[in-house]
């Protein structure tokens, strides 16, 4: 998915400062293409945190019915530096991509999007026989700095590890994790140790997760009245918990089901600027991705660059530059919104220079 704002600020996510208890961090809400638009709850980055690990953007959308509408519609867009994650509760949605993925994603399947260097994609609702409903999560991850060169590649994978116990169902799509003494462990490809996971609980039922007590962890709630680690998060709030502990307890009240999502990882050692749907280290890194993708964009044709409804599929000499070309997708890729005024550098972390 595209950070679709007209205009993103320029962000130097880092790792923040880790208390003892719970950190709540509340959701705002951001249109996806104009007014007519899906709106998502964003959560990550924010001020007050910007990385969970090196989980560094976190959109939860829906549920929104599709059944009368176009439903999902993200043109053709540039990444670089990061991975991207697509997870859903409900509905489909049809990825593309400049190396050449046409990949439908389902409820308990993930589609993994590895940017490296650089990648194109669109991802859209289908036009026929769609679920009338969509729901999910969209999440991204940092590359390291070793694999920030890697090519792009893309993974699916419909079979993930699910444990069932005690009135709760957890099903790993990221990493690897214990419930009730049995390891989960997704075959997805991971650059840093990272853990993502669906929690449904049954009403009053709990759960309690073995972790990596050098990990940072987060929860997502989707639904229901939720604790984590014997603290409300409020429905779609992100509740957050230092590393150091073993173990994360997640409940859900006696009345009705829950459902939430769990994030975490090894707190990320580099700080990143992200702006748009870039990462990179410097600044200027922002600026030559910028400028490739506005390049392919030119190259391909004025119409292309508009991404309006109705514009036709692209072609042209694109294909073996940076970001390569999306095929099938009928309507040309999306421009890139201007730079901001202001030149920002990844801030120094203590007893740096």
């Not at 880092?14 to 208390?19: H, I, K, M, P």
């Not at 709850?41 to 989980?55: C, D, E, F, N």
């Not at 049995?182 to 049954?202: C, M, R």
């Not at 918990?241 to 829950?258: L, M, N, T």
């Amino acid at each position: 998915m595209s950070n679709l704002e007209t205009r993103p600020a320029e962000q130097v996510c880092t790792a923040g400062e880790q208390g003892d208890g719970i950190e709540l961090l509340a959701p705002r809400e951001v249109p996806l293409g104009g007014p007519r638009a899906m709106n998502v709850r964003r959560t990550i980055p924010q001020r007050a945190r910007s990385l969970v690990g090196a989980w560094c953007f976190s959109d939860h959308y829906g549920p929104d019915d599709v059944s009368s509408s176009a439903g999902m519609q993200v043109p053709p867009h540039p990444h670089t530096g990061l991975q991207t994650v697509s997870w859903l509760f409900e509905g489909e949605i049809l990825h593309r991509d400049s190396v050449g993925s046409l990949q439908t994603v389902r409820p308990g399947e993930l589609n993994l999007m590895t940017a490296g260097v650089g990648i194109s994609h669109s991802e859209e609702s289908p036009a026929e026989g769609r679920p009338p409903l969509l729901h999910g999560v969209q999440l991204w991850t940092a590359l390291p700095g070793v694999a920030l060169g890697i090519d792009p590649h893309f993974e699916h994978h419909g079979d993930l590890p699910v444990a069932r116990h005690d009135g709760a169902v957890v099903q790993v799509f990221i990493g690897r994790l214990a419930v009730a003494g049995e390891e989960l462990d997704s075959p997805a490809t991971t650059y840093t140790p990272l853990v993502g996971a669906q929690i449904d609980l049954e009403p009053g039922a709990e759960i309690r997760l073995d972790v990596d007590p050098g990990h940072e962890h987060a929860l997502l709630v989707d639904s229901g009245d939720v604790t984590f680690e014997g603290s409300a998060v409020p429905r779609y709030s992100l509740g957050y918990v230092a590393p150091g502990r073993s173990a994360v307890v997640v409940r859900a009240a006696g009345g009705a089901p829950a459902r939430a999502v769990l994030i975490g990882g090894l707190p990320f050692a580099e700080d990143v600027i992200m702006w748009w749907n870039f990462m990179g280290r410097t600044h200027e890194d922002i600026v030559r991705a910028r400028a490739d993708w506005m390049a392919l964009v030119a190259e391909l044709g004025p119409e292309s660059g508009s991404g309006a409804a109705g514009a036709t599929g692209y072609t042209g000499g694109a294909a073996g530059r940076r970001f390569g070309q999306v095929q099938g997708y009928p309507a040309g890729p999306l421009r890139a919104p201007a730079l901001p005024d202001l030149r920002l550098k990844p801030r120094a972390r203590p007893g740096q220079s």
